[in-house]
């Protein structure tokens, strides 16, 4: 989109006067959220910002590094389930987190070892055994799973005589910023560009020098952790972990989200997750519809926009850009 | 272009007084309506137990048309969560300053993620369909908002495996179910009857499958050659019917006793010739179709929303639902707060709703109306009740 005439060009996450402006309006609407949006607003874009986490680990694996995998819902409940058993030893809620996403991280270069050999449709199955896997793990190790009756997790305590959800939001609004910032930052990176290497040529980025073996399982690795952490930031939402909340459905929904957010984009990856969270509340009253309204949106944008919501967005912008010239 | 933009400030401060000015004292109602939020899988893999919300919604339609309660129309808001707690919350969270109360919440994990919502925010929950050790295991200080009558499943299987026992000479048990919550329950309740039984009942095979399976020759094969005289089934309907006919492939027909869940007499349907002579339990809260109580009900609900024909069970389980409240409701008087519908709830005693179940009691103390199981058999296309309600002591 923009004429970039050095390196250090390249590495500044904002290139123009008038892309700060907005980023900054953004962020100042978001901070400014809690004070005039309802409580169930707050909500939701707090559930935006925990999926949009795992689904920018997602696409830096699907999209960036051009492995397919539908092993998510594997590494949701390792990391989920790592920070219900912190939690209940009463560990510090950010070690927690570190933890869950260290966990899903290991177990990302496990997996991602068969990625040094497969691709495409073969890996896609491997890393789908992974997640069903993991489930069956959980449902039938009760000392993992909690039992019965799943973990009960302690919620955050409301700070600074804030309410419970708005301190969840700013909690998570601060990860999510700085995970956006480190996928950007990681992207423009050298190992940002060796993932890319791979995606468009593994064998010409080889020749030229990047480890497959190294760059592959980092991210696997890097994606996991991402993944691990949305898990267990959706265990302390939530309050209470059980097996069944990490189906092969979750897996769904986070591929939906890299797809229709838009591949190698971490924009998209926020839209992604905007969309997935978004459309099933927005018609939660056509009942028995949803499925097909998601279905039929998901087609409707894939037709019109292959490049998914970030393409969208991309071309908004060159037209906004342009005006009133075309 | 002054003047216009002294209008829209104009405007826009007359839109945010609004609710400074059109607040009400009780969030969600007003002398001539009440709100009413029910969260409830329309979607997604429990879909047919969304019936349960449908049931609740149609028969607040019915009440409406006999002038409501107090001269309050119950108004339902009913929304879709899939059986996905992070919606299912997002969905309380959309109506809390609308509604007054919520209404039959469905799911266990729905149910743990939902808990502490009405504590927090001082809305009444009216019944949730999941397990009931949940609110058992609940500070009792924040009881105070949660009523239920559902009923639990290691009292139904311990009810199940002493009544077996004792009326038809069961020595050797076995167990299929499914491997969650739901069915280690059932598991740990027919567990400690054969472990009091001091050697006289014994566990032949406890068999799980998961919900996505569907090929079940070699579960069924289990059961077989476990020898078990007596098989208990905590599954799926639709389980529930494959193992059956599974088992009567290999010629296996021991006696069979199943939990409530399989009480609608539609499981004739789903698993055919099969499901004669099955024992299933019915739960203290609801009758079974074929009962006078239970048709009549189940008539009113159809009429009020058509879609509901074939789900008779489910729909008047979630009707007994909006009974309860409705009869909270006209105790807590013309003046409607959440206190007064607390009190209204708590001075319901051995109350049947239309004469259904077995009868319902709350007080200050005691929050699970009713924990009641029975026996029903599966006899020429209908559930014949066999045995009087059995109540057990309620859990919170």
């Known amino acids: 989109m923009d004429l970039i005439e050095s390196y250090k060009e390249d590495l500044r996450l904002i290139r123009r006067f008038g892309t700060g402006f907005w980023i900054v309006l953004l962020l100042i609407g978001l901070i400014l959220l809690p004070w005039f949006a309802r409580e169930y607003w707050v909500y939701v874009v707090t559930l935006i910002f925990i999926y949009s986490i795992g689904i920018q680990g997602q696409n830096i694996l699907i999209g960036y590094t051009g492995q397919i995998s539908f092993g998510q819902a594997g590494f949701l409940a390792i990391g989920a389930f790592t920070y219900g058993h912190l939690s209940l030893l009463g560990s510090p809620i950010l070690v927690n987190l570190f933890f869950s996403g260290l966990m899903a991280g290991i177990f990302g270069i496990l997996v991602g070892f068969p990625s040094l050999r497969l691709k495409g449709p073969y890996l896609a199955i491997v890393t789908l055994g992974f997640g069903i896997a993991v489930y ?50 990681l ?13 468009d040529n593994d064998i010409a980025a080889e020749a030229m020098g990047v480890s497959l073996t190294r760059y592959k399982l ?39 989200a890299v797809i229709i957010g838009g591949l190698a984009s971490v924009e998209g990856s926020i839209l992604g997750a905007a969309f997935v969270v978004m459309v099933p509340q927005v018609f939660s009253n056509t009942k028995a519809f949803i499925p097909v309204i998601y279905g039929v949106t998901i087609l409707i944008i894939l037709i019109f926009e292959p490049l998914g919501l970030s393409g969208r967005w991309m071309k908004i912008r060159l037209y906004l850009r342009m005006w009133p010239f075309r | 272009m002054k003047v216009q933009q002294g209008w829209i400030g104009f405007l826009v401060v007359c839109f945010l007084l609004i609710p400074v000015f059109g607040n009400t004292a009780v969030v969600g109602v007003t002398d001539t309506e009440v709100w009413v939020g029910i969260t409830t899988p329309l979607s997604g893999p429990a879909a047919l137990w969304g019936a349960t919300g449908q049931g609740a919604k149609a028969w607040a339609d019915y009440v409406n048309d006999q002038g409501g309660v107090h001269g309050r129309k119950i108004k339902v808001i009913l929304k879709d ?33 939902c808990k502490d919502f009405f504590f927090d925010n001082k809305i009444p929950l009216i019944d949730a369909y999941g397990d009931v050790r949940i609110w058992a295991k609940y500070p009792k200080d924040k009881l105070k908002y949660i009523f239920v009558s559902y009923p639990d499943y290691e009292d139904e299987a311990r009810y199940l495996a002493n009544y077996s ?67 208990y089934l905590y599954t799926t309907m639709s389980h529930a019917a494959l193992i059956l006919k599974e088992m009567a492939k290999v ?69 007994v639902s909006m009974m309860t409240l409705a009869e909270g409701l006209k105790n807590a008087g013309k003046n409607l707060t959440q206190d007064s519908l607390i009190k209204g709830m708590e001075m319901i005693k051995n109350w049947k709703p239309e004469g259904i179940g077995a009868g319902m009691t709350f007080s200050p103390t005691r929050h699970h109306g009713v924990n009641g199981s029975r026996l029903l058999h599966a006899e020429k296309g209908t559930h014949v009740p066999i045995s009087e309600y059995v109540i057990h002591k309620p859990l919170f």
């Open chain 1, 136 to 185: 069956q793990v959980f449902v039938n190790s009760e000392i993992l799973s909690g039992g019965r009756m799943g973990l009960t997790i302690q919620k955050l305590q409301p700070l600074f005589g804030l309410s419970q959800m708005t301190t969840y939001y700013y909690f998570n609004f601060i990860l999510v910023f700085l995970f956006t910032l480190l996928s950007y930052n």
């Open chain 1, 187 to 199: 992207i423009s990176s050298f190992v940002g560009r060796a993932f890319i290497a791979i995606r």
């Open chain 1, 218 to 256: 980092l991210s696997f690795a890097i994606s996991s952790f991402y993944t691990g952490v949305q898990g267990g930031l959706y265990a302390l939402l939530m309050g209470y972990l059980e097996p069944n909340m990490f189906t092969f459905l979750e897996t769904i929904t986070i591929f939906v």
């Open chain 2, 81 to 113: 969560d899939g059986y996905n707690p992070a919606r299912a919350v997002a969905n309380l969270n959309e109506m809390k300053g609308k509604i007054f109360v919520v209404n039959a919440l469905l799911g266990t994990a729905v149910v743990n993620a």
């Open chain 2, 165 to 231: 026992m004792k009326n038809m000479g069961s020595k050797k048990m076995a167990i299929f179910y499914q491997n969650d919550d739901y069915g280690k329950m059932g598991l740990e309740g027919i567990k400690m009857v054969v472990s009091a039984s001091q050697g006289k009942a014994q566990l032949a095979a406890a068999v799980p499958y998961e919900v996505t399976e569907r090929a079940l020759s070699t579960h069924a094969l289990k059961l077989k050659e476990s020898g078990a005289d007596t098989v």
């Open chain 2, 251 to 319: 010629g296996y027909r021991p006696k069979t006793m199943v939990s409530f869940p399989m009480g609608d007499p539609v499981m004739f349907k789903v698993a055919g010739e099969v499901w004669e002579g099955v024992y299933p339990a019915g739960a203290g809260q609801v009758g079974v179709p074929g009962e006078k109580v239970m048709d009549r009900v189940a008539d009113i609900l159809i009429k009020y929303d058509p879609s509901l024909k074939g789900k008779e069970y489910l729909a008047v389980f979630g009707a």
